[in-house]
């Protein structure tokens, strides 16, 4: 399978940012329906968002929390600083362009990281994932809502039939699994959630 570099993802997403939000609210009502208000519903305190897209996450959160969020699309990243002037979020919301994979924050900066269907594009999820350990503060938690390989033998072979046209055209891998990632990582899985014919994941990870 072709492999995928930051260049191709921040290409692929400032070309489809504007079409991005109503072309992920297609695919979550019909797949997974309520796993974005999940995910942000556990988010606590300080939260590093990565691949923060274009903010749709934004609103969400409690107003208790404040939150980083980092973006390698531009072209995305002006969606998301959009949104949070629109909403009045810039008191407690900071958004930056950068690279998940090697995040420029201090350790141990965050009570949460949070992840919503990201994990499947970002070129090297175990590198996104030690970053992510890294600047959580010990007890902090993962947060990922995600898809991957579904249960059903059936469907995932036809996954994985059509999982090359998918990373060429849009940069996602289909039957990722995220949990491998996170346990090499050093987190300890707390929770697994499969919906949607077990494509959808919500995962809480904790790290020790």
Not at 34 to 57: D, F, M, P
Not at 130 to 156: D, I, K, S, T
Not at 184 to 207: K, Q, Y
């Amino acid at each position: 399978m072709r492999v995928t570099t930051d260049a191709d993802v921040r290409r692929v997403f400032d070309r489809i940012a504007d079409r991005y939000d109503d072309q992920m609210r297609a695919w979550e009502r019909r797949l997974f329906p309520g796993s974005r208000e999940w995910a942000v519903g556990q988010a606590r305190g300080h939260v590093v968002e990565i691949a923060v897209g274009t903010g749709l996450n934004l609103p969400l959160y409690d107003a208790g929390t404040t939150v980083i969020g980092i973006e390698l699309s531009e072209r995305m990243l002006d969606l998301a600083r959009r949104r949070v002037a629109l909403a009045g979020l810039g008191a407690r919301v900071e958004l930056r362009q950068g690279d998940v994979q090697r995040l420029d924050l201090p350790d141990g900066i965050a009570d949460t990281v949070l992840s919503t269907f990201t994990m499947c594009t970002i070129p090297d999820p175990a590198a996104a994932a030690r970053e992510a350990y890294r600047v959580l503060r010990p007890g902090g938690r993962f947060v990922l809502a995600e898809h991957g390989p579904a249960r059903n033998p059936v469907l995932r072979a036809g996954m994985r039939l059509v999982e090359p046209l998918f990373v060429r055209f849009e940069a996602d891998h289909l039957t990722r699994d995220p949990r491998p990632y996170l346990e090499r990582a050093g987190f300890r899985i707390e929770s697994v959630t499969r919906t949607a014919r077990g494509v959808g994941f919500r995962v809480l990870a904790v790290r020790p």
